[in-house]
């Protein structure tokens, strides 16, 4: 089973992702989904899957969330724009 987790660049994500990989779910099982993801470059070398998209780019979360079975979606928090960005992580 595949674990996509959102906002993996920020410090709930990251969070979520260790806690996941020290529960023992194997590290090909985990796809980290961020912008800046330069930040977590050490957990791709980890064997996470490391995937850029953006909240405000549809096409690119369609990319990122591909094979995945389960979504932690971490939210961001620009205000105005949560609901437009929510519906294009659900959608
Ligand atoms: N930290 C906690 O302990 C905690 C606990 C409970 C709930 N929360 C909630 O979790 C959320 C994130 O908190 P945080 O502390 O992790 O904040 P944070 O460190 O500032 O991280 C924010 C994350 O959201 C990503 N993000 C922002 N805008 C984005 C966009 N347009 N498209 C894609 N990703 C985007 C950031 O990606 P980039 O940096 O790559 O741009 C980053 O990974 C907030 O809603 C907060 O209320 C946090």
Do not use: C, K, N, W
């Not at 330069?38 to 980890?46: F, P, S, W």
């Not at 953006?54 to 990122?64: H, I, N, R, V």
């Not at 620009?78 to 437009?84: A, F, K, L, T």
């Amino acid at each position: 089973m595949s674990i996509v987790v959102t906002g993996a660049t920020g410090l709930f994500g990251r969070h979520a992702i260790e806690a996941l990989l020290g529960r023992g779910v194997p590290a090909g099982e985990i796809i980290a989904v961020g912008r800046q993801i330069d930040r977590i470059a050490d957990l791709g070398e980890r064997g996470v899957d490391v995937r850029r998209a953006d909240y405000d780019e549809p096409a690119s979360l369609t990319t990122a969330f591909a094979g995945g079975d389960r979504l932690l979606f971490v939210s961001a928090s620009e205000v105005g724009r949560r609901i437009p960005q929510h519906r294009a992580v659900v959608a």
